[in-house]
């Protein structure tokens, strides 16, 4: 009896910013699953004024020879302008984001670029709280870096793998959570958190 395909979670560098005079790089999730691939974020593909003191240094999914046709479904963490500036890439695919999210990226003045967030033929599933997007992958809010930040629990057959995007921006923030978010991340009880913003994931302390 063969056993069913493992769920992988695979990094995808697709950018770098200036934060603060350090060089942050801006990672994308791909979510190998038995029955469909999922990609958490986007990133940017086009630099924007409104962004141009952070210096962006591109590396866009379409110039990687990344398969975007290979991708079933989208899920934006957020929709500050790092994490939706790629959905334009994928139009027509559903992209999973809360339901709070979108309406405060297209109703507050500064929050995102918005153009970005309603590209032509991006097609948002708004989501009121936890949803399932295929069997084994949730979506859980975690507000605190915004009020509609959501994480992507993956369940891999052991403790499950979280991708939070910027739930916690460095590593540190959750050796010691403060935010509602982070402290949801910490009671999963994770195997290990991918964040957006660094080139390895995280992991709890050793019991």
């Known amino acids: 009896m063969s056993r069913p395909a493992p769920v992988t979670i695979?990094?995808?560098?697709?950018?770098?910013?200036v934060a603060e005079g350090?060089?942050?790089?801006?990672?994308?999730?791909?979510?190998?699953?038995?029955?469909?691939?999922?990609?958490?974020?986007?990133?940017?593909?086009?630099?924007?004024?409104?962004?141009?003191?952070?210096?962006?240094?591109?590396?866009?999914?379409?110039?990687?020879?990344?398969?975007?046709?290979?991708?079933?479904a989208v899920v934006n963490t957020h929709l500050h302008f790092d994490h939706c500036g790629g959905n334009v890439l994928f139009p027509g695919v559903p992209v999973y984001v809360q339901r709070q999210e979108l309406e405060d990226a297209r109703r507050l003045e500064g929050y995102t670029i918005r153009e970005w967030v309603d590209s032509p033929g991006v097609t948002y599933v708004p989501v009121d709280g936890e949803h399932e997007v295929l069997p084994g992958i949730r979506l859980l809010p975690a507000p605190g870096h915004t009020r509609g930040t959501q994480v992507v629990v993956v369940e891999t057959g052991g403790r499950p793998v979280v991708i939070c995007g910027d739930v916690a921006v460095w590593a540190g923030e959750l050796d010691e959570p403060t935010t509602e978010g982070q402290l949801l991340v910490r009671s999963l009880d994770p195997e290990q958190v991918w964040l957006a913003h660094t080139h390895e994931p995280w992991r709890p302390p050793a019991r």
């Open 22 to 72: 350090e060089l942050m790089p801006v990672y994308v999730h791909v979510v190998e699953h038995p029955d469909g691939r999922v990609l958490v974020d986007t990133g940017m593909t086009e630099l924007h004024p409104a962004v141009a003191d952070m210096d962006p240094r591109l590396r866009p999914l379409d110039e990687q020879g990344f398969d975007l046709a290979s991708i079933d």
């Open 10 to 17: 695979t990094p995808v560098h697709v950018a770098d910013l």
